[in-house]
């Protein structure tokens, strides 16, 4: 998991894929465009965007990918977001689901949170627990999630 403000993206500093993704970021109009999904390279890399509102933090439960790794992106409003090592010993909440490439636990041990501002974005990999979206108070949030399939990135090794 790496943590970052889009303000801060430098060329060639990240894997190819995930360096698309943030040139993607830095260089769209997202208040230009309606919520939904796009893509970006085939269901290789392809983009969520999301007009949310905030929850507590127990309405969420950690969730992990195994297949994509998420590059979330605030665009516009403020949220918490928090990320742990999924251990593989934390209580199942929802067994995997391999279509919607998900898994949601009841709790994770060592959970960090990350107070964001607009421009923010974090990319959780497989091995990270992460839940979003989250804020002491209902907070409008527009955010993009961009999934890259773990293919992209092994391929580039």
């Not at 998900?102 to 949170?113: D, M, T």
């Amino acid at each position: 998991m790496f943590f970052g403000h889009i303000s801060q993206v430098k060329a060639n500093r990240y894997p190819p894929a995930i360096q698309i993704a943030l040139n993607y970021l830095k260089n769209t109009d997202f208040d230009a465009m309606e919520a939904g999904v796009y893509e970006l390279k085939g269901r290789q890399i392809y983009v969520q965007v999301l007009d949310l509102n905030t929850k507590s933090k127990h309405e969420f439960q950690p969730e992990v990918h195994r297949n994509y790794l998420d590059v979330q992106y605030l665009h516009r409003g403020k949220e918490i977001m928090a990320a742990a090592v999924d251990t593989g010993t934390n209580p199942i909440a929802m067994e995997y689901n391999p279509e919607r490439d998900i898994q949601y636990y009841q709790s994770v041990a060592n959970e960090n949170e990350f107070r964001c501002v607009e421009g923010n974005f974090a990319v959780f990999f497989p091995e990270d627990c992460h839940r979003t979206a989250i804020f002491d108070d209902t907070e409008t949030i527009r955010k993009v999630v961009v999934k890259i399939a773990m293919s992209e990135i092994e391929e580039q090794r």
